[in-house]
């Protein structure tokens, strides 16, 4: 599951770009269907990026411009 922040700072840093990004990075790698894909009010990490957090544990703080990364090296390595 990934979790992506969409409280007020997270907002004004990107959130909604964030979560767009990864829901064609999604289709893309056709895994809509093992990928669960939520958003999430304060995840405590809001000084830095948009706040990630990743089956319920680790929090990654993200922009747009390092989502595909991110999904790269942290989300396709665990399926």
Request: aromatic letters at 8%; hydrophobic letters at 45%; glycine letters at 8%.
């Amino acid at each position: 599951m990934i979790e992506i922040c969409i409280g007020s700072a997270c907002h004004l840093k990107g959130s909604y770009l964030v979560i767009n990004r990864f829901k064609a990075l999604l289709e893309e790698h056709h895994l809509t269907e093992k990928v669960e894909l939520k958003s999430s009010f304060c995840l405590g990490t809001c000084g830095e990026g948009v706040s990630i957090r990743l089956d319920g544990a680790d929090i990654y703080s993200i922009t747009a411009d390092t989502a595909d990364a991110f999904f790269i090296d942290k989300v396709l390595v665990k399926l």
